[in-house]
């Protein structure tokens, strides 16, 4: 089995910063893909960026240029560096992996951005 533990969420006011981090453990394959994704009240979960084994990254629109997604492969740890953090990023963050066309979630983490 996966299990993916986050961690780093919390309360931060607009232009503040978080990190989050992931870390994978269990039957983890060389090659996968870790990322970050977000479900904010009233809107569907969407992805807020990704990682694969080999350092490929994708980020959403919405968050380029503010954060930053990167990974330990000896920890099989994931992280996601937040700056300059607006009211819409007001989410539960789920960190995700795929491997082998297996889908595996963490149980989310509540970062709230307000004054």
């Known amino acids: 089995q996966v299990q993916l533990d986050e961690s780093g969420g919390g309360l931060v006011q607009p232009g503040g910063s978080l990190r989050l981090s992931c870390a994978a453990s269990?039957?983890?394959?060389?090659?996968?893909?870790m990322g970050w994704y977000r479900q904010a009240p009233g809107k569907q979960r969407e992805l807020v960026a990704a990682?694969?084994?080999?350092?490929?990254?994708n980020y959403a629109d919405s968050v380029k240029g503010r954060f930053t997604i990167s990974r330990d492969n000896a920890k099989n740890t994931v992280y996601l560096e937040m700056n300059s953090l607006k009211p819409e990023d007001t989410a539960v963050y789920y960190c995700?992996?795929?491997?082998?066309?297996?889908?595996?979630w963490g149980q989310g983490t509540q970062v709230t951005v307000s004054s």
């Open positions: 990682t694969t084994t080999g350092g490929s990254t």
């Open positions: 269990g039957s983890i394959f060389r090659a996968n893909v």
């Open positions: 995700g992996l795929l491997q082998r066309g297996v889908d595996y």
